[in-house]
């Protein structure tokens, strides 16, 4: 396992030499969606006597869609592993559950190709079934990265313009939480048992326990975990969050984390 991890920050290290520095997995995903759907389409198509001979298109696309299904599902794994820090959360299992289904499903629509007509009600059949399965796929894809992240909504202190310009509000702090941090600590993927999408969740911490102090930025795990000062440095495997952002959330944590 140390030799795993070992060489997935070595790989994306490499990425970031190159200047890049975010997930691998959507590259190949959408090659495999493109491949499974356009597969369908065509097969679609074939049904059609004039247009049959579509039909070697489709098992080409589904042939393709099978070779990729692989790679991406590695990639996928890897990103896991980099970002999220290997943690299997609900949504992870359903994800890898689909994908272990998806390859079969494609290796057998190949198989179909080369024994049955495109008429066959049983090779459609295998179709859908992948159509069905990546679409699933894309719903928890879609989320694992972007459940909770709603806009909070501002607060009268927001509102008021009397307000003191240097306070510090909760909805502040909430948005830069739904735009950096709810895609690994949400109710959905609460990695370190850490839910980061509601005050209250907040406020109850996590496997290490309470990460925010109030009053004391400095003894608040929030503060340190994202200024460098506590291993690991947060936001996980991605770049550091902006100096201004995390002087917000620690003035906030210093005025009292209120909400």
Wanted: glycine fraction near 8%; include cysteine.
């Amino acid at each position: 396992m140390e030799v795993a991890s070992a060489f997935v920050a070595w790989f994306y290290d490499i990425l970031a030499f190159f200047g890049y520095t975010h997930p691998v997995h959507p590259i190949f995903v959408h090659i495999t969606i493109g491949l499974v759907v356009a597969a369908m389409v065509f097969a679609l198509i074939a049904l059609v006597p004039q247009y049959n001979r579509y039909a070697i298109t489709a098992r080409d696309c589904v042939t393709f869609a099978f070779i990729s299904a692989v790679p991406t599902m590695l990639v996928g794994l890897m990103d896991w592993v980099h970002y999220f820090g290997g943690h299997l959360s609900s949504l992870f299992k359903i994800k890898i559950t689909l994908a272990l289904i998806l390859i079969p499903l494609l290796g057998l629509a190949v198989y179909l190709h080369s024994k049955l007509n495109i008429r066959s009600i049983l090779l459609h059949i295998v179709y859908l079934a992948g159509f069905v399965n990546i679409v699933l796929l894309g719903y928890y894809g879609g989320e694992l990265i972007h459940a909770s992240a709603t806009p909070h909504a501002e607060t009268a202190a927001d509102e008021d313009p009397d307000r003191d310009p240097d306070a510090v509000t909760y909805s502040q702090v909430s948005r830069i939480m739904q735009n950096q941090c709810v895609h690994c600590h949400s109710r959905h993927n609460d990695l370190g048992g850490l839910d980061l999408s509601s005050y209250d969740a907040l406020m109850e911490g996590g496997d290490s326990g309470a990460v925010v102090e109030p009053g004391e930025p400095q003894e608040s795990l929030l503060v340190l975990m994202l200024d460098g000062s506590e291993e690991p440095l947060m936001p996980l495997g991605g770049p550091e969050l902006p100096q201004s952002d995390i002087d917000t959330i620690s003035k906030w944590v210093e005025k009292g984390a209120e909400r």
